[in-house]
T-cell receptor, first 116, second 109 residues
């Protein structure tokens, strides 16, 4: 089934630990994104990549890093997790780049992360 | 600052019509999106408006007034499966997507 696969689905993590959330898409979309979703707030962009080999910072990039070695994979790494990073993380992709007004996002199922 | 406002929660009856409003204040405008998100699932695309007026797609319609910074999503012939959160998002002058917190729609039989 074409789409975006995220892993893990859910994770409980001790503060200070390193964690990588995986994201893979099979739609050959150029652009990929990482969002976090917190209760009562809109989705917030963490990092994005308009094409393989390039990345950019979103609204809330601190404490997170990404890489885009190829078209399909866009992992998100928390170098040293803190409780405020407890959230649901969504990976998304779009055929058109972020600079296009009409780019529709396809989202993965999400990764629920709890940092204690 | 940039802001998207939507009601937090709405309740409607199966078979009825409901209108979910979204007002926005952003630096520029390059389109408005509506997404549907069922509890515990990913958001999925519903509609895109960039020009003023009404876009109809089956039971769902979306309206935009750029001069008023206003949009609404109209859902007709409500079904129980329409129970979900509806997210409004606006692309600003830098093509950054600004998201509202979402409106949780509860459908009662």
């Amino acid at each position: 089934i074409a789409g975006i696969t995220q892993a893990p689905t859910s994770q409980i993590l001790a503060a200070g630990r390193r964690m990588t959330l995986r994201c893979t898409q099979d739609m050959r979309h150029n652009a990929m994104y990482w969002y976090r979703q917190d209760l009562g707030l809109g989705l917030r962009l963490i990092h994005y990549s308009n094409t393989a080999g390039t990345t950019g910072k979103g609204e809330v990039p601190d404490g997170y890093s990404v890489s885009r070695a190829n078209t399909d994979d866009f992992p998100l790494t928390l170098a040293s997790a803190v409780p405020s990073q407890t959230s649901v993380y969504f990976c998304a992709s779009s055929d058109l780049g972020a600079g296009s007004g009409a780019n529709v996002l396809t989202f993965g199922a999400g990764s629920r992360l709890t940092v204690l | 600052g940039q802001n998207i406002d939507q009601p937090t929660e709405m309740t409607a009856t199966e078979g009825a019509i409901v209108q979910i409003n979204c007002t926005y204040q952003t630096s520029g405008f390059n389109g408005l999106f509506w997404y549907q998100q069922h509890a515990g699932e990913a958001p999925t695309f519903l509609s895109y408006n960039v020009l003023d007026g009404l876009e109809e797609k089956g039971r769902f319609s979306s309206f935009l007034s750029r001069s008023k910074g206003y949009s609404y999503l109209l859902l007709k012939e409500l079904q129980m499966k329409d129970s979900a959160s509806y997210l409004c998002a606006v692309k600003d002058s830098n093509y950054q997507l600004i998201w509202g917190a979402g409106t949780k729609l509860i459908i009662k039989p």
